[in-house]
């Protein structure tokens, strides 16, 4: 029997020679393609690289063709990041058998390692959208406040603007916790605050809000203080801008209104019909021998 040894990339066989030396295995090493790849592969920190577009060639695998494990960590932190998914999501069963199965050289990342990946990747992310506003003249803002099931109020605040390729562009730049009470001072402090962290309190042209009192008095704040330092766009005009879909909403609401009683009767009927599964049964019925159509269900 003839003694050979296998090797961990390929899964070759080679004679491994009596002398118990690794002359063979050295040997085997220069002409294994796996090995070659898997070189360069170290542990470590992650070095994001933030000039690169999401939408590039596969990046697991660095200019040389050799396979990256950070690539592989960086890309699995967007995932989780763009879709919501649970930092536990790198322990799944069968997402490890699948990368494992796409390339074997692929190490399993636990929790601990990919949470501080993911707030690396957001860290680098605020950096390039922090260079692109530096870049742009004029800054539009829109922001809502709304409070939670746990009496939490919170407020958004996103940035509108027109990049160096004349393109629109927007982006979340606020999502804050708004102490109580939801006052004009503290919605303007909480949008001055934000406006001066990402470096663009100069470049305000005008910002959107709800038709609200509160919102009346944040924005009169507000201009005031950018007409103190003479950074204030067009004079002011177009400054505060109301939501046309909140004042909709609202001339919708005030409609509703007037036929209230009405409605409450047809979500009355509606609620009767589908308590039981034979009067929707003999319901539909009747609405085909109307010639009325029965392919949408009843709505309350």
């Not at 995932?79 to 919501?84: G, K, N, Q, T």
């Not at 007409?227 to 766009?233: D, G, P, W």
Request: net charge positive; aromatic share 8%; hydrophobic share 35%.
């Amino acid at each position: 029997m003839v003694p050979k040894k296998q090797c961990i990339y390929c899964k070759h066989t080679y004679v491994s020679g009596n002398s118990k030396s690794t002359t063979s295995m050295r040997r085997h090493l220069q002409e294994c393609g796996l090995f070659k790849k898997a070189q360069g592969k170290k542990i470590g920190f992650l070095n994001f690289d933030s000039g690169k577009n999401d939408c590039d060639a596969f990046e697991g695998f660095d200019s040389n063709g050799g396979y990256n494990q950070m690539k592989i960590r960086e890309i699995i932190a967007k995932m989780i990041i763009a879709h919501e998914l649970p930092f536990s999501f790198v322990k799944y069963q069968w997402f490890n058998h699948l990368m494992k199965t796409m390339n074997p050289l692929y190490e399993k990342v636990s929790r601990p390692t990919i949470t501080p990946d993911c707030i690396k990747v957001v860290d680098v992310e605020k950096k390039r959208i922090k260079k692109t506003l530096k870049k742009a003249e004029m800054v539009s803002l829109t922001s809502d406040c709304w409070t939670s099931n746990q009496t939490i109020g919170y407020m958004c605040l996103t940035a509108h603007f027109v990049d160096c390729d004349w393109k629109l562009q927007k982006c979340i730049i606020g999502f804050n916790e708004l102490a109580p009470p939801h006052g004009n001072e503290v919605i303007s402090d909480g949008i001055l605050e934000c406006l001066i962290k990402w470096g663009i309190q100069d470049k305000i042209g005008a910002i959107i809000l709800d038709n609200a009192s509160n919102n009346d008095r944040a924005t009169n704040i507000l201009m005031s203080n950018f007409k103190e330092k003479e950074k204030l766009h067009f004079d002011g005009l177009f400054f505060h801008i109301r939501c046309c879909a909140h004042i909709l909403n609202l001339v919708v609401q005030d409609g509703l209104g007037t036929i209230e009683s009405c409605l409450v009767k047809i979500r009355e009927g509606v609620k009767y019909l589908r308590k039981s599964s034979g009067r929707l049964l003999k319901f539909g019925e009747i609405a085909i021998t109307l010639g009325i159509s029965t392919n949408r269900s009843l709505w309350m």
